[in-house]
């Protein structure tokens, strides 16, 4: 969403983790013109500087906007019922094979028409907002026809135009099977690379192109032909891989240079190379974790030896994940996965940034666009230590400080 230019504000005393590091004395922060026009430790600011300026906070902690670098946030109906059997002892897969699971909520999605849709969507959104959100990426992946997919990706951009937030948008055209092409997977992929991913591109509605390679969805096989037709439309590569299972589908998203990897409980220790030579970005989610009481852990030391970038979404679906608090999942990061609440900061800052191929965002620093939150904690830390709604007290979008 673009805004007209905001003045010159001025912040003093705040805490500053500016993405990767907390700085070590208390900062004064200068924007302009929807940048960051300055950033000086204590006492080191010139207050002539200080001139014409609005005084906008002072005091508590301030972080870059968070990032949310995987949602399906755009989706109708709700699958609580299979969380109750799910408690009772039926697995994600067993459901799924079953025609539920994410089937459940395409037939739910592809009924309802794109006012439905964002009605549905933009409380869930609020919810990120509320939380320190500025940027978030929104699948498609419910509609599985290229109608009802181009409908998913024009409510997400709508979404991006009726609130202060950067949305980016990502094809997910092969998340499941439809029933109408049961046992014809292959003649569903050539649709999904010869039908949506071409009318995606012509429309401008995808910046990405992501798949669910797994047993219950595509095989590594076919995941390829979806790589391959994303790059002959210029379009970035992501990838759920290794959430149940060890397919090499990480692997083969970094020979494509994916972005990102996501999920990867399963991802051995060949992966983790695979990511760190080709620059991809580890995505953890804890909050899938969590809700399918999963127990096989993703391998966070192995990606910290080889210094795969790490990070953290809120994966906000009907399904696995149905949490919309980022704050939650660094807590969720820091007690599952043993993350540090540094690297948890980090995850939904700058390597979440990093994830949608927009390092641009995610760091506070000269230059940078001014997305930023000021949180009432007394240190960067205390956002992943206690799971707490409410302490946000400004958001900071462009320049401009809005919560919504
Ligand atoms: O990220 N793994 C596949 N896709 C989603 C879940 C989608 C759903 O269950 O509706 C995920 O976990
Ligand atoms: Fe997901």
Same mark, same amino acid.
């Given at each position: 969403?673009?805004?007209?230019?905001?003045?010159?504000?001025?912040?003093?005393?705040?805490?500053?983790?500016?993405?990767?590091?907390?700085?070590?004395?208390?900062?004064?922060?200068?924007?302009?013109?929807?940048?960051?026009?300055?950033?000086?430790?204590?006492?080191? @600011?010139?207050?002539?500087?200080?001139?014409?300026?609005?005084?906008?906070?002072?005091?508590?902690?301030?972080?870059?906007?968070?990032?949310?670098?995987?949602?399906?946030?755009?989706?109708?109906?709700?699958?609580?019922?299979?969380?109750?059997?799910?408690?009772?002892?039926?697995?994600?897969?067993?459901?799924?094979?079953?025609?539920?699971?994410?089937?459940?909520?395409?037939?739910?999605?592809?009924?309802?028409?794109?006012?439905? !849709?964002?009605?549905?969507?933009?409380?869930?959104?609020?919810?990120?907002?509320?939380?320190?959100?500025?940027?978030?990426?929104?699948?498609?992946?419910?509609?599985?026809?290229?109608?009802?997919?181009?409908?998913?990706?024009?409510?997400?951009? =709508?979404?991006?135009?009726?609130?202060?937030?950067?949305?980016?948008?990502?094809?997910?055209?092969?998340?499941?099977?439809?029933?109408?092409?049961?046992?014809? +997977?292959?003649?569903?992929?050539?649709?999904?690379?010869?039908?949506?991913?071409?009318?995606?591109?012509?429309?401008?509605? $995808?910046?990405?192109?992501?798949? @669910? %390679?797994?047993?219950?969805?595509?095989?590594?096989?076919? %995941?390829?032909?979806? @790589?391959?037709?994303?790059? =002959?439309?210029?379009?970035?590569?992501?990838?759920?891989?290794?959430?149940?299972?060890?397919?090499?589908?990480?692997?083969?998203?970094?020979?494509?240079?994916?972005?990102?990897?996501?999920?990867?409980?399963?991802?051995?220790?060949?992966?983790?190379?695979?990511?760190?030579?080709?620059?991809?970005?580890?995505?953890?989610?804890?909050?899938?974790?969590?809700?399918?009481?999963?127990?096989?852990?993703?391998?966070?030391?192995?990606?910290?030896?080889?210094?795969?970038?790490? +990070?953290?979404?809120?994966?906000?679906?009907?399904?696995?994940?149905?949490?919309?608090?980022?704050?939650?999942?660094?807590?969720?990061?820091?007690?599952?996965?043993?993350?540090?609440?540094?690297?948890?900061? +980090?995850?939904?800052?700058?390597?979440?940034?990093?994830?949608?191929?927009?390092?641009?965002?995610?760091?506070?620093?000269?230059?940078?666009?001014?997305?930023?939150?000021?949180?009432?904690?007394?240190?960067?830390?205390?956002?992943?230590? $206690?799971?707490?709604?409410?302490? !946000?007290?400004?958001?900071?979008?462009?320049?401009?400080?809005?919560?919504?």
């Amino acid at each position: 969403m673009s805004l007209s230019p905001q003045p010159r504000r001025l912040w003093r005393d705040v805490i500053l983790f500016d993405g990767l590091q907390v700085q070590p004395t208390p900062m004064t922060v200068l924007v302009e013109g929807g940048q960051v026009a300055g950033l000086w430790p204590q006492g080191a @600011f010139d207050e002539r500087l200080a001139v014409g300026a609005s005084e906008s906070g002072r005091g508590g902690v301030m972080t870059p906007g968070l990032v949310d670098c995987h949602t399906h946030l755009v989706y109708a109906g709700n699958r609580a019922a299979e969380f109750e059997q799910r408690l009772e002892g039926v697995s994600y897969s067993e459901i799924a094979q079953a025609g539920g699971g994410i089937l459940s909520t395409v037939r739910a999605t592809r009924a309802a028409s794109e006012e439905q !849709l964002i009605v549905a969507s933009l409380p869930r959104l609020d919810a990120l907002l509320a939380d320190g959100v500025t940027t978030l990426e929104i699948k498609s992946g419910y509609g599985l026809t290229v109608a009802d997919e181009l409908k998913m990706l024009r409510v997400a951009r =709508r979404l991006g135009e009726l609130r202060p937030v950067r949305v980016l948008t990502t094809l997910l055209g092969a998340h499941a099977l439809p029933p109408e092409y049961a046992g014809r +997977a292959d003649d569903y992929i050539s649709l999904v690379c010869e039908e949506m991913i071409p009318a995606a591109a012509a429309e401008g509605l $995808a910046d990405a192109v992501d798949v @669910f %390679c797994e047993g219950i969805a595509f095989s590594p096989a076919q %995941c390829e032909r979806v @790589f391959q037709a994303a790059q =002959r439309h210029g379009l970035a590569i992501k990838a759920h891989a290794e959430q149940l299972s060890n397919l090499g589908g990480s692997a083969l998203a970094a020979r494509y240079g994916a972005l990102s990897a996501d999920h990867i409980e399963y991802l051995d220790e060949a992966g983790v190379q695979a990511l760190a030579a080709a620059g991809t970005v580890a995505v953890l989610l804890p909050g899938a974790f969590h809700c399918l009481r999963e127990t096989q852990l993703p391998p966070i030391d192995l990606l910290r030896q080889y210094g795969v970038p790490m +990070a953290l979404a809120s994966d906000a679906n009907p399904g696995t994940s149905p949490i919309c608090m980022p704050t939650l999942m660094a807590n969720l990061a820091c007690s599952l996965f043993r993350l540090t609440p540094r690297e948890a900061l +980090a995850g939904m800052t700058a390597h979440a940034a990093r994830a949608l191929g927009r390092p641009d965002l995610g760091r506070i620093e000269v230059g940078a666009p001014a997305d930023l939150c000021l949180w009432d904690v007394q240190q960067p830390a205390e956002l992943a230590y $206690a799971v707490q709604p409410g302490r !946000l007290r400004q958001r900071i979008f462009n320049g401009a400080i809005s919560y919504r």
